[in-house]
């Protein structure tokens, strides 16, 4: 005889037993007619095999099929409550449970007793039996209140401040380890930049356009790529060995306009058009700030030397710094501007730069405006005098000089030193930009610019001559940004208004 999991009714239930065998028929096909999973035993076994019963009947063999895991192993495997409502396996709580355990008992009894037609009831020193695997008893009235306390914890949280994370099978390893192309550069001095000719991955797992793109700061672990994209998600990729998306992070109601990893490398500031900020942790996907601002968010930058200290723009007059220790707002820089596009802290971070849309009819003083961290004050808005607004800024990684990208299509050289005077005698130009927000960066040498293009191509520039190199035919919509691995030498990645991420090497 088999042991099974049974359930000490009380008098009310025993009177429900002895009804007619008809109406104890009808209940159990009612039922039965859902899946549910019931726990057999076998004699002087200590394993548990969880058999589903598919509309009450079972195959042809007179055995049922048996589910592909245990609940406590599933939930083990793969990190996941069974009580609560998101599982996606048939193990969805104490209720499906208890419905279960009430059909096998209900069938068994009937089963073995339909000579006399009278049901039977183990004892309470029987039901106490210590094998390994078999659940501990639970009454039935607690069983039923606790089948309702998970479902309502498992929305508390949710709706508190857990992002909605989904990751492979093996990121979580994946996000610790160091790649075995990186590890020969590591401590190494960083050799010469050459241009990539050929196209290593071609990752299209967003279903909107990507509008920022970074490589994790830290070297070791600089193998995971960083995308915010307008399907409200922010993604991390392994784009050295796999290619593969490693975790997706779906904290935003609107689209992700900008999205920064920490110095540290184990968290994600980003910002939308929901006008939200999270800073979420990279591996559990918690959020460890959060806060709602006054307007939708375009721009974002971790302070050089404060890592705790972060400046954000957007779609207002107003830039904000924000201290992640406190949760609150540290300093507010006011200009007479609709948006900020982009912000850019000077070396060892004293002052910074915003690029903004405002353009009067007769020059274009505010398009770039030089402020002082500390007591935000305004130092300049008298450095870029042409009619044409600024999407991006980028800093030279050794010379004190810095590159505007206009909507005149071309690249703007700057001194990084007061009073930041614009070089007239170099122009970057021959891409297109078109009103798409396109960036521009240096090679971490500082031998070559790269830059988007509004028709899908990527520039490659000489710093010094201001000459057009090599020019890559990446993708079919606007790229919108390139950039170049921080120890890889020569590993490129690009993104596109379509969703599309490569790399090229």
């Known amino acids: 005889m088999s042991l099974v999991a049974y359930e000490d009714s009380d008098s009310e239930t025993e009177a429900e037993k002895t009804e007619a065998p008809d109406a104890s028929g009808r209940q159990t096909n009612q039922l039965s007619s859902s899946v549910s999973c019931v726990q057999h035993f076998a004699p002087g076994s200590t394993k548990s095999a969880y058999e589903m019963h598919p509309a009450g009947s079972t195959g ?12 406590e192993h599933y939930a083990q495997n793969n990190n996941t409550d069974l009580a609560s409502p998101y599982c996606p396996r048939m193990y969805s709580g104490n209720a499906a449970l208890s419905v279960a355990y009430k059909n096998y008992e209900q069938a068994s009894s009937s089963s073995t007793n339909s000579g006399n037609g009278v049901s039977q009831k183990r004892t309470h020193k029987d039901s106490t039996t210590t094998i390994k695997g078999i659940r501990p008893y639970i009454p039935k009235r607690l069983r039923q209140e606790n089948s309702i306390k998970p479902e ?6 949710r709706g ?17 380890k160091i790649s075995e192309l990186i590890k020969p550069y590591l401590g190494s001095k960083y050799k010469v930049t050459e241009v990539p000719k050929s196209l290593i991955f071609y990752m299209s797992k967003h279903s909107g356009p990507v509008n920022e793109i970074q490589w994790c700061p830290v070297q070791e672990q600089s193998h995971m790529l960083l995308s915010a994209s307008m399907d409200k998600t922010v993604k991390v990729w392994d784009a050295v060995d796999t290619g593969c998306c490693l975790k997706t992070y779906s904290c935003h109601s609107c689209a992700v306009r900008a999205a920064r ?8 500031l980003s910002g939308g058009f929901d006008s939200m900020l999270h800073l979420t942790d990279v591996e559990t996907g918690k959020q460890i700030f959060s806060s709602k601002t006054e307007f939708r968010i375009s721009a974002l ?7 705790n200290v972060f400046i954000c723009g957007g779609f207002s007059p107003e830039v904000k710094a924000w201290d992640l220790r406190t949760s609150k707002v540290l300093r507010v820089y006011k200009a007479a501007v609709q948006q900020t596009l982009d912000i850019l802290f000077l070396p060892e971070g004293r002052e910074f730069l915003t690029s ?23 130092i300049s808005n008298q450095i870029f005098h042409e009619r044409y607004t600024c999407p991006s800024l980028t800093l030279h990684p050794k010379e004190s000089v810095f590159v505007a990208q206009t909507n005149g299509n071309y690249m703007a050289l700057f001194s990084a030193q ?13 891409h297109k930009v078109e009103g798409f927000a396109v960036g521009c960066e240096f090679s971490p040498d500082g031998t070559l610019l790269v830059t988007g293009s509004s028709d899908g191509k990527v520039f490659f520039y000489n710093y010094h001559t201001s000459r057009i190199i090599r020019t890559l035919s990446a993708h079919k919509e606007a790229c919108v940004s390139a950039i170049f691995h921080p120890v890889l030498p020569s590993l490129l990645a690009t993104c596109d208004w379509a969703g599309e991420i490569k790399i090229w090497q």
């Not at 309502?152 to 949280?157: A, I, N, V, W, Y």
Request: some cysteine; overall charge positive; glycine content about 4%.
């Open 418 to 430: 007061r009073p930041y005077r614009i070089n007239k005698k170099k122009r970057y130009e021959g």
């Open 301 to 307: 930058k971790f302070h050089p030397t404060e890592s």
């Open 160 to 176: 508190s401040s857990d992002c909605d994370v989904k990751f492979s099978v093996s990121g979580e390893q994946t996000l610790r």
């Open 152 to 157: 309502k914890e498992e929305s508390d949280q």
């Open 261 to 268: 990893w920490s110095s540290c490398g184990r968290r994600i």
């Open 356 to 378: 903004t849309d405002a353009v009067s009819r007769d020059s274009a003083d505010r398009t770039i405006v030089a402020w002082d961290f500390q007591s935000a004050a305004k």
């Open 60 to 71: 042809r063999s007179g055995r049922s099929r048996v589910c592909e895991d245990p609940p």
